[in-house]
């Protein structure tokens, strides 16, 4: 039994999360791919639009809807086409990140975010 050589994992990476996903964990959209998480998190993120109650989980470090009972409010960001919802810790992390979405806006402004 013996070596039996290198393993070859494949994967792919999801544009809106930029985590590493089995290829059978992507779909495939006219225009566009998203990993089944992400597409989850998008329809999650709707329902508490629509509905004014959040049961999802952050999209950033995937706390739940119990977990943050409490915590005040959620942010949504729209990008690509696709809502995200994440706790205020989590966003202040990521408009940081997303000067190419927000910069020069009026909310970059406000919070004194450089273009």
């Known amino acids: 039994m013996g070596d039996h050589g290198p393993t070859v994992v494949i994967t ?3 544009p809106y ?6 290829p059978r964990d992507i779909l495939r959209m006219t225009g566009f791919t998203i ?3 992400c597409e989850q998190r998008h329809i999650e ?6 509905s004014g ?3 999802g989980e952050c999209s950033e470090c ?3 809807a119990d977990q943050l009972r ?3 409010e959620m942010a949504v960001h729209f990008e ?3 809502y995200r919802v994440m706790c205020l810790p989590c966003d202040a992390i990521y408009v940081m990140k997303r000067r190419d979405l927000y910069g020069g806006t009026e909310f970059a402004r406000d919070i004194g975010l450089a273009a």
């Open 62 to 64: 995937g706390k739940s």
């Open 53 to 55: 109650e959040f049961k």
């Open 17 to 22: 999360c930029s985590k590493w996903r089995s």
């Open 35 to 37: 990993c089944v998480q």
């Open 70 to 72: 409490g915590t005040g």
């Open 12 to 14: 792919e990476r999801c």
């Open 80 to 82: 690509a086409g696709k």
């Open 45 to 50: 993120a709707l329902a508490a639009l629509s």
